[in-house]
C-alpha cells in the first residue's frame, strides 16, 4: 500500500487536500510553520490535528526544536500532553544521540518520525531504533550526491525483512513524478507540498481533450 501526505502547516491547504479525500496524512516542520502568522505553536498545532481528526484522524507529524537530548525528551511528552491528538508523531532529526532519545520515547509509547534522514544506514538505524516512521529527503540527498533508488529500496528491504513496524516516507519533493518514481523505488509514503499535489492532477491534454469534447457536443446539439 502506497500513501501520500501533505507536507505544510497551512490550515486551508490542509483543509482543501482534506475536502478532495487525496491525502492519508500531515507532516509540518519548523520551516514551514515560519511561513504561517506568528502565534502559539502549540494552538495551531492543535487546529492542525483537529482537521485531520475531522478526516479520519489521519497522522500528523510534528517537529521538535530543541537540540539538547534531555529536552527534546521532555519536549516530546509536553507536545503529545499538550497537543492532545492520539495519531500524533513526533518528529526528531537522526543522529546518534538521538536513537537512545527516540528509543527512549519509543518505550513509553510515543510515536516518533524521525527526520532529516539522507543514506540507508540513517533510515535503517533510526527504524531499527523504534521510529514508527523514518522520512528520506529524497531530493536533498539526491542533490547531495546520494543515489535515491538504492536508499530506499535496501532501507525498505531491511524494514521488510526484520518485520519492523516502521514506514518511510519519502519528502523533498519537487513534482509530481518524484512522487510516483518514490513510490516505485520503495517509499511507503510520500509527503508533498500543496502545489505539487495539485500539479499532479493537470496535463496539457486534459484540457485540450475537455476543451474537444466540449466543442463536438456543441456542434452536434445545435
Known amino acids: 500500500m ?71 525528551y521532555q519536549q516530546a511528552l509536553r507536545l503529545e500532553e499538550d497537543i492532545g491528538y492520539h495519531n500524533l508523531n513526533i518528529k526528531i532529526p537522526v543522529g546518534f544521540n538521538e536513537l537512545e532519545t527516540i528509543s527512549k520515547l519509543a518505550a513509553v509509547g510515543a510515536r516518533i518520525n524521525c527526520t532529516c534522514c539522507f543514506t540507508t544506514s540513517q533510515l535503517t538505524l533510526a527504524a531499527a531504533a523504534g521510529a514508527r516512521y523514518v522520512s528520506f529527503f529524497y531530493n536533498r540527498a539526491k542533490d547531495s550526491g546520494e543515489d535515491e533508488f538504492c536508499t530506499l529500496n535496501n532501507a525498505s528491504k ?44 493537470t496535463h496539457s491534454g486534459t484540457q485540450a481533450s475537455v476543451d474537444q469534447f466540449l466543442t463536438d457536443f456543441k456542434e452536434w446539439i445545435n
Open 2 to 72: 502506497r500513501q501520500l501526505f501533505i507536507d505544510t502547516a497551512n490550515l486551508d491547504e490542509i483543509s482543501s487536500a482534506c475536502k478532495r479525500g487525496i491525502i492519508s496524512g500531515v507532516t509540518t516542520n519548523p520551516s514551514l510553520m515560519s511561513k504561517e502568522p506568528r502565534g502559539s505553536y502549540v494552538n495551531h498545532m492543535i487546529k492542525i490535528a483537529e482537521i485531520c481528526q475531522k478526516y479520519n484522524n489521519i497522522p500528523l507529524s510534528v517537529e521538535v526544536f530543541a537540540t539538547d537530548q534531555n529536552e527534546i
Open 158 to 201: 531491511f524494514i521488510k525483512s526484520n518485520n519492523l513496524n516502521c514506514e518511510i516516507i519519502a519528502g523533498s519533493i519537487r513534482t509530481p513524478k518524484d512522487i510516483t518514481d518514490a513510490w516505485e523505488y520503495g517509499a511507503h509514503i510520500v509527503t508533498a507540498g500543496y502545489d505539487v499535489i495539485k500539479e499532479g492532477t
